[in-house]
Nanobody, 121 residues
Framework: QVQLVESGGGLVQPGGSLTLSCAAS????????MSWHRQAPGKQRELVAV???????NYADSVKTRFTISRDNAKNTVALQMNSLKPEDTAVYYC???????????????WGQGTQVTVSS
C-alpha cells in the first residue's frame, strides 16, 4: 500500500502565503509525476501544478506566477509554495502521485486526503 499525507493548509488573508507539503510512504519503488489539485465548493477538481521526476513543471494559468511546486525525490515529498493568495484560491487541495510499487510491480495513482485552504479577510 501507498499513502500520501498532506499538511500545511489553513486560513490566510488575501495577499498572504502558505506552503503545503505532501509525503508519500509505503511500498514505493519510484514515483513519476507528483502534482497538486484543488476542488472548490460546487466546482470540479482541477490541476494546479505538476512536476515530473526529472523536474519538469506545469502550472494552471491562474496560479502560474504565484505558486511554485517542488519535490524531494529522495524523501518522496512534494510541496506547493503559494504566494499572493486570492479568495478564489479557496479550496480543498489534494496531493497526487503516480507510483510504481515494489514487487510485484504495480502502477498506482494515489491521492491524499486533502487539506483545506481558505483565503479570507
Amino acid at each position: 500500500q501507498v499513502q500520501l499525507v498532506e499538511s500545511g493548509g489553513g486560513l490566510v488573508q488575501p495577499g498572504g502565503s502558505l506552503t503545503l507539503s505532501c509525503a508519500a510512504s509505503g511500498s514505493i519503488r519510484s514515483i513519476n509525476a507528483m502534482s497538486w489539485h484543488r476542488q472548490a465548493p460546487g466546482k470540479q477538481r482541477e490541476l494546479v501544478a505538476v512536476m515530473s521526476s526529472e523536474g519538469i513543471t506545469n502550472y494552471a494559468d491562474s496560479v502560474k506566477t504565484r505558486f511554485t511546486i517542488s519535490r524531494d525525490n529522495a524523501k518522496n515529498t512534494v510541496a506547493l509554495q503559494m504566494n499572493s493568495l486570492k479568495p478564489e484560491d479557496t479550496a480543498v487541495y489534494y496531493c497526487n502521485a503516480a507510483v510504481v510499487t515494489t514487487p510485484p510491480y504495480r502502477y498506482l495513482e494515489v491521492w491524499g486526503q486533502g487539506t483545506q485552504v481558505t483565503v479570507s479577510s
